[in-house]
């Protein structure tokens, strides 16, 4: 089955960009969904098909997608951006990436 | 607008059959394309797609679950629901139900719900 890989944490100072991964095999040739998720929160989805942002989601959160690696970007880091992330795509059936702790320091 | 809701038992004991309810509004499960997805989180880890179901009753399930999931809507009601048997402590997590949004191949779960802890344990 597909995989999805993404690192476990990844951290940041406020003011700076954060750069989550999110690796598959040929992963360009799919569709990329990301996701918040706060503590004690249900997700959210920040990124859709690959760079798409839903209403209400700032400018700050971009994504990208070629070869075999997905990336979510947040500019301009605030400490409210302190979340785990998850990817998701769709082969056959729905894959979530393991998620990435993103700490503002 | 759209809103989805879990509901269901807090706790289970080992070897008991687990159902969930999620309630939905703001949208109608006869709708073209529409689809409801099932996704659990155990404690401190990852998110686990479980099961899907289409306007259509097309229906799809994790691999290493299929044999212990069933999952159905009632329209008239505005429900899906997701039984899992044989429940099991490792199967302890927070579960969700989504509305699952786009086109095959390109698909995502936008909104969920606020989703309801589940404990197994004797």
């Known amino acids: 089955s597909y995989v999805l890989t993404q690192p476990p944490s990844v951290s940041v100072a406020p003011g700076q960009t954060a750069t989550i991964t999110c690796g598959g095999n040929?992963?360009?040739?799919?569709?990329v969904h990301w996701y918040q998720q706060k503590p004690g929160q249900a997700p959210v989805l920040v990124v859709y098909d690959d760079s798409g942002r839903p209403s209400g989601i700032p400018e700050r959160f971009s994504g990208s997608n070629s070869g075999n690696t997905a990336t979510l970007t947040i500019s301009r880091v605030e400490a409210g951006d302190e979340a785990d992330y998850y990817c998701q795509v769709w082969d056959i059936t729905m894959i979530f990436g393991g998620g990435t702790k993103l700490t503002v320091l | 607008q759209v809103t989805l809701k879990e509901s269901g038992p807090v706790l289970v004991k080992p070897t008991e059959t687990l159902t969930l309810t999620c309630t939905v509004s703001g949208f109608s499960l006869t709708n073209a394309r529409v689809g409801v997805g099932w996704i659990r989180q155990p404690p401190g880890k990852a998110l686990e797609w479980l099961a899907h179901i289409f306007s259509n009753d097309e229906k799809s399930y994790s691999t290493s679950l299929k044999s212990r999931l069933t999952i159905s809507k009632d329209t008239s009601k505005s429900q899906v629901v997701l039984t899992m048997t044989n429940m099991d402590p490792v199967d302890t997590a927070t579960y969700y139900c989504?509305?699952?949004?786009?086109?095959?191949?390109?698909?995502?779960?936008?909104?969920w719900g606020q989703g309801t802890l589940v404990t197994v344990s004797s």
């Open positions: 040929n992963i360009g040739d799919k569709s």
């Open positions: 989504a509305r699952i949004q786009g086109t095959t191949p390109v698909r995502w779960f936008d909104p």
